[in-house]
T-cell receptor, first 114, second 112 residues
Protein backbone atom coordinates (compact mmCIF):
# COMPACT_ATOMS: atom_id res chain seq x y z
CA UNK A 1 0.00 0.00 0.00
CA UNK A 2 2.71 2.43 -1.13
CA UNK A 3 4.18 3.17 2.31
CA UNK A 4 0.92 4.36 3.79
CA UNK A 5 -0.46 3.05 7.05
CA UNK A 6 -3.71 3.87 8.75
CA UNK A 7 -4.57 3.37 12.38
CA UNK A 8 -6.67 2.00 13.76
CA UNK A 9 -7.83 -0.39 11.05
CA UNK A 10 -11.12 -1.02 12.79
CA UNK A 11 -12.96 0.96 15.42
CA UNK A 12 -16.34 0.78 17.07
CA UNK A 13 -17.42 3.80 19.07
CA UNK A 14 -20.53 5.37 20.48
CA UNK A 15 -22.43 8.40 19.31
CA UNK A 16 -21.07 11.61 20.78
CA UNK A 17 -17.54 10.40 21.42
CA UNK A 18 -14.49 11.96 19.76
CA UNK A 19 -12.54 9.80 17.33
CA UNK A 20 -9.16 10.40 15.71
CA UNK A 21 -7.88 8.44 12.75
CA UNK A 22 -4.25 8.57 11.78
CA UNK A 23 -2.60 8.35 8.39
CA UNK A 24 1.15 7.90 8.22
CA UNK A 25 3.28 7.95 5.07
CA UNK A 26 6.93 7.20 4.47
CA UNK A 27 7.01 8.60 0.91
CA UNK A 28 7.48 12.28 1.80
CA UNK A 29 4.59 13.22 -0.51
CA UNK A 30 3.35 16.75 -0.13
CA UNK A 31 -0.35 16.06 -0.63
CA UNK A 32 -2.48 13.95 1.67
CA UNK A 33 -6.21 13.28 1.48
CA UNK A 34 -8.96 11.81 3.59
CA UNK A 35 -11.89 10.13 1.84
CA UNK A 36 -14.89 8.25 3.05
CA UNK A 37 -16.39 5.37 1.10
CA UNK A 38 -20.05 4.48 1.36
CA UNK A 39 -22.13 2.09 -0.77
CA UNK A 40 -23.53 3.86 -3.81
CA UNK A 41 -21.35 6.94 -3.35
CA UNK A 42 -17.89 5.85 -4.27
CA UNK A 43 -15.19 7.87 -2.53
CA UNK A 44 -15.92 11.37 -1.34
CA UNK A 45 -13.23 13.81 -0.31
CA UNK A 46 -13.42 15.03 3.28
CA UNK A 47 -10.31 17.17 3.68
CA UNK A 48 -6.91 17.39 2.10
CA UNK A 49 -3.53 18.85 2.95
CA UNK A 50 -0.96 20.46 0.68
CA UNK A 51 1.75 20.82 3.29
CA UNK A 52 2.47 21.02 6.99
CA UNK A 53 -0.28 23.05 8.62
CA UNK A 54 -1.90 23.65 5.19
CA UNK A 55 -5.30 22.04 4.84
CA UNK A 56 -8.52 22.63 2.96
CA UNK A 57 -12.05 21.30 2.89
CA UNK A 58 -13.42 18.73 0.51
CA UNK A 59 -16.91 17.81 -0.55
CA UNK A 60 -18.12 16.35 2.78
CA UNK A 61 -16.16 18.20 5.47
CA UNK A 62 -18.96 18.95 7.95
CA UNK A 63 -18.37 17.19 11.27
CA UNK A 64 -14.69 16.54 10.53
CA UNK A 65 -11.46 18.37 11.29
CA UNK A 66 -7.89 17.60 10.28
CA UNK A 67 -4.40 18.45 11.37
CA UNK A 68 -0.97 18.01 9.85
CA UNK A 69 1.91 18.95 12.12
CA UNK A 70 4.46 16.76 10.31
CA UNK A 71 4.85 15.86 6.66
CA UNK A 72 4.31 12.18 7.36
CA UNK A 73 1.17 12.37 9.51
CA UNK A 74 -2.35 13.51 8.66
CA UNK A 75 -4.99 13.19 11.37
CA UNK A 76 -8.74 13.10 10.87
CA UNK A 77 -10.89 13.92 13.89
CA UNK A 78 -14.57 13.42 14.41
CA UNK A 79 -15.27 15.81 17.27
CA UNK A 80 -18.55 14.14 18.21
CA UNK A 81 -19.19 11.01 16.19
CA UNK A 82 -22.63 10.39 14.71
CA UNK A 83 -24.13 7.26 13.18
CA UNK A 84 -24.00 8.93 9.74
CA UNK A 85 -20.22 8.90 10.03
CA UNK A 86 -20.15 5.10 10.02
CA UNK A 87 -18.06 4.43 6.96
CA UNK A 88 -14.75 3.20 5.63
CA UNK A 89 -12.15 5.94 5.67
CA UNK A 90 -9.24 6.01 3.25
CA UNK A 91 -6.15 8.11 3.33
CA UNK A 92 -4.34 8.86 0.09
CA UNK A 93 -1.17 10.66 -0.89
CA UNK A 94 0.11 12.22 -4.05
CA UNK A 95 3.33 13.93 -5.03
CA UNK A 96 2.11 17.02 -6.85
CA UNK A 97 -1.57 17.29 -6.02
CA UNK A 98 -2.57 17.89 -9.61
CA UNK A 99 -5.31 16.03 -11.43
CA UNK A 100 -2.72 14.15 -13.47
CA UNK A 101 -1.08 12.90 -10.33
CA UNK A 102 -1.54 9.31 -9.24
CA UNK A 103 -3.02 8.95 -5.80
CA UNK A 104 -1.78 6.14 -3.58
CA UNK A 105 -4.21 4.79 -1.06
CA UNK A 106 -3.85 3.33 2.40
CA UNK A 107 -5.63 0.13 3.49
CA UNK A 108 -8.59 1.91 5.06
CA UNK A 109 -10.17 2.24 8.51
CA UNK A 110 -13.59 0.76 9.12
CA UNK A 111 -15.42 2.96 11.63
CA UNK A 112 -18.72 1.98 13.19
CA UNK A 113 -20.61 4.54 15.28
CA UNK A 114 -23.31 2.97 17.42
CA UNK B 1 -21.86 15.37 -5.97
CA UNK B 2 -20.41 12.79 -8.35
CA UNK B 3 -18.71 13.92 -11.51
CA UNK B 4 -18.31 10.43 -12.89
CA UNK B 5 -20.85 7.63 -12.87
CA UNK B 6 -19.97 4.07 -13.83
CA UNK B 7 -22.15 1.67 -15.72
CA UNK B 8 -23.03 -1.10 -15.13
CA UNK B 9 -23.13 -1.14 -11.34
CA UNK B 10 -22.21 -4.83 -11.38
CA UNK B 11 -20.88 -7.20 -14.03
CA UNK B 12 -20.37 -10.95 -13.90
CA UNK B 13 -18.44 -12.76 -16.62
CA UNK B 14 -16.58 -16.00 -17.22
CA UNK B 15 -12.82 -16.17 -17.14
CA UNK B 16 -11.38 -15.46 -20.57
CA UNK B 17 -14.18 -13.11 -21.60
CA UNK B 18 -13.76 -9.38 -22.04
CA UNK B 19 -15.19 -6.93 -19.54
CA UNK B 20 -16.29 -3.43 -20.47
CA UNK B 21 -17.14 -0.73 -17.97
CA UNK B 22 -18.32 2.75 -18.79
CA UNK B 23 -17.96 6.08 -17.06
CA UNK B 24 -20.02 9.15 -17.85
CA UNK B 25 -19.29 12.57 -16.47
CA UNK B 26 -21.03 15.90 -16.40
CA UNK B 27 -18.60 18.74 -17.00
CA UNK B 28 -15.51 19.26 -19.10
CA UNK B 29 -12.42 17.50 -17.81
CA UNK B 30 -8.67 17.73 -18.17
CA UNK B 31 -7.97 14.12 -17.30
CA UNK B 32 -9.70 10.90 -16.36
CA UNK B 33 -8.21 8.12 -14.26
CA UNK B 34 -9.29 4.56 -13.59
CA UNK B 35 -8.65 2.79 -10.30
CA UNK B 36 -9.19 -0.75 -9.08
CA UNK B 37 -10.16 -1.80 -5.56
CA UNK B 38 -9.87 -5.35 -4.37
CA UNK B 39 -12.17 -6.35 -1.53
CA UNK B 40 -11.05 -4.87 1.77
CA UNK B 41 -8.16 -2.94 0.24
CA UNK B 42 -7.36 0.59 -0.87
CA UNK B 43 -7.64 1.80 -4.46
CA UNK B 44 -4.86 1.17 -6.93
CA UNK B 45 -4.25 3.39 -9.93
CA UNK B 46 -4.63 1.68 -13.31
CA UNK B 47 -4.39 4.25 -16.06
CA UNK B 48 -4.75 7.95 -16.84
CA UNK B 49 -6.08 9.39 -20.08
CA UNK B 50 -5.86 13.06 -20.93
CA UNK B 51 -8.63 15.03 -22.57
CA UNK B 52 -6.69 15.26 -25.85
CA UNK B 53 -6.24 11.49 -26.04
CA UNK B 54 -8.82 9.11 -27.47
CA UNK B 55 -7.39 5.75 -26.53
CA UNK B 56 -4.75 4.34 -24.27
CA UNK B 57 -3.47 0.82 -23.61
CA UNK B 58 -1.75 -0.78 -20.66
CA UNK B 59 -1.28 -4.54 -20.82
CA UNK B 60 -4.77 -6.08 -21.00
CA UNK B 61 -6.41 -2.73 -20.32
CA UNK B 62 -7.77 -0.44 -22.99
CA UNK B 63 -9.28 2.91 -22.11
CA UNK B 64 -11.16 5.14 -24.50
CA UNK B 65 -12.32 8.69 -24.00
CA UNK B 66 -15.04 10.48 -25.96
CA UNK B 67 -15.15 14.07 -24.78
CA UNK B 68 -18.07 14.90 -27.08
CA UNK B 69 -20.18 12.32 -25.26
CA UNK B 70 -18.52 12.97 -21.92
CA UNK B 71 -17.81 9.29 -21.48
CA UNK B 72 -14.97 6.82 -21.06
CA UNK B 73 -14.80 3.06 -21.20
CA UNK B 74 -12.44 0.58 -19.62
CA UNK B 75 -11.98 -2.72 -21.42
CA UNK B 76 -10.26 -5.64 -19.74
CA UNK B 77 -9.42 -8.33 -22.25
CA UNK B 78 -9.08 -12.05 -21.50
CA UNK B 79 -10.26 -11.57 -17.94
CA UNK B 80 -8.89 -13.60 -15.06
CA UNK B 81 -10.34 -14.47 -11.67
CA UNK B 82 -7.80 -12.07 -10.17
CA UNK B 83 -9.50 -9.20 -12.03
CA UNK B 84 -12.46 -9.57 -9.66
CA UNK B 85 -12.64 -6.14 -8.01
CA UNK B 86 -14.44 -2.82 -8.06
CA UNK B 87 -13.41 -0.34 -10.72
CA UNK B 88 -13.73 3.42 -10.34
CA UNK B 89 -13.29 6.31 -12.69
CA UNK B 90 -12.03 9.59 -11.29
CA UNK B 91 -12.32 12.90 -13.05
CA UNK B 92 -11.35 16.48 -12.52
CA UNK B 93 -12.78 19.62 -13.98
CA UNK B 94 -12.94 23.35 -13.60
CA UNK B 95 -15.59 23.08 -10.92
CA UNK B 96 -13.45 20.81 -8.81
CA UNK B 97 -10.09 22.52 -9.00
CA UNK B 98 -7.33 19.97 -8.86
CA UNK B 99 -9.29 17.54 -6.75
CA UNK B 100 -10.29 14.18 -8.16
CA UNK B 101 -13.93 13.18 -7.95
CA UNK B 102 -14.67 9.47 -7.94
CA UNK B 103 -17.69 7.67 -9.31
CA UNK B 104 -19.62 4.98 -7.43
CA UNK B 105 -17.81 2.17 -9.21
CA UNK B 106 -18.52 -1.02 -11.12
CA UNK B 107 -18.25 -4.34 -9.29
CA UNK B 108 -16.68 -6.92 -11.59
CA UNK B 109 -16.86 -10.61 -10.80
CA UNK B 110 -14.88 -13.01 -12.97
CA UNK B 111 -15.95 -16.60 -12.54
CA UNK B 112 -13.42 -19.39 -13.06
Amino acid sequence: DAGITQSPRHKVTETGTPVTLRCHQTENHRYMYWYRQDPGHGLRLIHYSYGVKDTDKGEVSDGYSVSRSKTEDFLLTLESATSSQTSVYFCAISLQGTSTDTQYFGPGTRLTVL
Amino acid sequence: SQQGEEDPQALSIQEGENATMNCSYKTSINNLQWYRQNSGRGLVHLILIRSNEREKHSGRLRVTLDTSKKSSSLLITASRAADTASYFCATDGMEYGNKLVFGAGTILRVKS
